[in-house]
Structures are given as structure tokens and as C-alpha cells.
């Protein structure tokens, strides 16, 4: 019997989220913009002394909040943890968006925020980055006088590497006085650019962090909103009480004890994407600044063949064919094996394609 269920019509209408293939373990892995270097040891000794005990009880989040928070700068009444960075960006749709609201984001960008305002019912008003993948601040800040609940930036953005100037993002702040501005920092180790001290001069701004990129924690699955105390008090309130594991917990404490760790992962990753660009550019093929831990290039017509004779061997990127164009890709930057092997296949693809036209 085929059941009746009551679902909601904002559920019928929207499409399923592209989630990573299964199988990519043993792959090259550079579609997803993970640290392809894993988690440095400290984790994985915390991990290990886990008891039986402590997974049989529910977590305690005081010492690793204030932990958490000392590490940001903040007190841990400006710091919400959340299940990943994904679960810190649905909460501002359970606290501030109702159906018959709207959101404001700039694509192409993290689809995330699209994916959570569907669901959630909303309308979605959207702007486009330029050809130069330049952000419209004057066009984006013209749009806020429509009175958006909130605003989503990512900083730098996701896929296309823009950094917006802390200048931009203040100017965005003052004209949208009764809007939630969401700065999503995911990328921020990479980019050495916040606008997290601003949360005690501007109630309105929320920043967003995630321990799945430079700490390399993706598979546990931790972020954080920070906003001052009134704002953040807001979000707590569309919170569970027990939104994130203890494993998470231990492993985010332990990776803020080898910061020194992270910090020469993000050095190298920094050189390594300079280095790449150059290799892609001596090959004629356009890539864009960026300020994450992954690169934004345009192969042309033939990219999406080059992109599945990568699949065949193991390597993994992420094509933006559909949202961008045809032949755009985003890759992450791995290590420099990594990405010494992929320039060879990509030197060979090229080479074999210049052979066959003449």
C-alpha cells in the first residue's frame, strides 16, 4: 500500500543536495575542500582515551566551550557549537526566517544556504558574482532596503575564492540594520581575514566558523555561530540541547593544541595553491584568486572530459559546469604529491587533445 504522507510542498518542490559520492577513501580527494593531510596525532590520542563511560553519557559542553571560545577571542557567551558548519547555518532559518520571508545571497556560492531557505519555505533573492568573480557590494547593498530576515556571505567565498574587503562588509552592516548578516568564515585560517571582533560593535552581525577545513575534523562534524551575548541568546533559543558529539568535542580541543600544526598546514596549502595556479596558467588555462584552500578554473568546452578522465584515476574534483559554466571547476588545493601528480595528468590530457586536432 503506498502511503498519503502530509508532506509540505516546500519539500515536494526542491532538489536533494549533491552529497560526496561514497568510495572516495582511498581516492584522491580534491572536490570537497577537506584537509587531505587528516588531523594531526594530538586527535587521534584524545580520541583513543574515550571511556565506555563518556560515550554512554550525554556531553558536557562547559570546558570545551570556554576552551573553544578562548581560542576565538570571545567569551563563551558569544559562542554557539553547532553539529558542523552546515547545522550552524540552518539555525539562523529555525530563529529568524519564516515562511513568508526572504533571504539575500550572492551565487555562485555554498549551496547551503539556497538548500536550508527552501526547506524552510522562504523565497531566495539572489545576486551574481561578475565575470572577474567580483562581488556586487553596490547592486547587494541597493537590495537590502527590500528588508531581507538574513543575509548569507561567505568570506572568502566558496567556489569562487572572492575575499570581500572588511570595508564591503561593514558597509553591508550599517545598511541593513533590521537583517541578520551572516559572515561564514569557513575559510578564514586560509584567508587571514575576520570581521569576528565586530560582533560586540554591531548586534547584527554573525560570524560562522567550521573545524572541518584547516583542523581537518570534517568527519566529526563541528562549527560555531558567534554574535554578541543578546544575538547569539537568540540562536540558543532554535538550539536542542545536545547538538554536538563528544568526540567532536575532544577532537576540537585537542587540534587547539597543536595549533602550530594547523598553522603550517595552512602555509603550505597557501604555497601550494600559488604554485598550482601558475602551473594552470603556463598550460593556458584561466583560474581566479582565491583566498581558500581550493581554486576556481576554467578548463572550457573540453573540461568536462578532462574532469571524468580524472574520475578515472582516482581523482576527485568538483565541476561548476551547471552553476557557472561549462568547463568551470573548483579544485582543492591537497598536498604537494597531491597536486604534482594531478598537473602531470592534466599536462597529459592537454597535450593528447592538441595532438588529436592536428
Known sequence: MKARLPVRKAILQRKTYEAPAEGRLNKMRLDFNE??????PAVLHALRKLTPQQLAMYPEYGKPTRRIAAYFGISEQELLLTNGGDDALRVFFDAFVEPSKHILICEPTFPMYRYYAEIAGARVETLRYGSEMEFPLGDFVSALQRKPAVVFIANPNNPTG???????????LL???STAVVIDEAYAEFSGVTVLPWIRKYPNL?????????????????????????SIALLRRAMPPFPVNIGALVAAEAALQERSAIRNYV?????IREWFAGKLARLGVRTFPSAGNFLLADFGPQGPRLFKK???QGILVRERSKDIGLGFVRISIGTGSEMKRLVKV???EIRNRVETSD
Not at 35 to 40: F, I, L, P, Q, V
Not at 162 to 172: A, Q
Not at 206 to 230: D, H, I, N, P, Y
Open 162 to 172: 572572492t575575499l570581500l574587503p572588511r570595508s564591503g562588509i561593514e558597509r553591508i
Open 175 to 177: 545598511a541593513a540594520s
Open 35 to 40: 584537509n587531505t593531510t587528516g588531523c594531526g
Open 346 to 348: 592534466i599536462q597529459k
Open 267 to 271: 602555509k603550505q596549502t597557501r604555497e
Open 310 to 312: 580524472l574520475a578515472t
Open 206 to 230: 554573525f560570524v560562522t566558523r567550521t573545524f572541518s577545513k584547516a583542523a581537518g575534523l570534517a568527519g566529526l562534524r563541528l562549527g560555531a555561530a558567534m554574535a554578541c551575548r543578546e
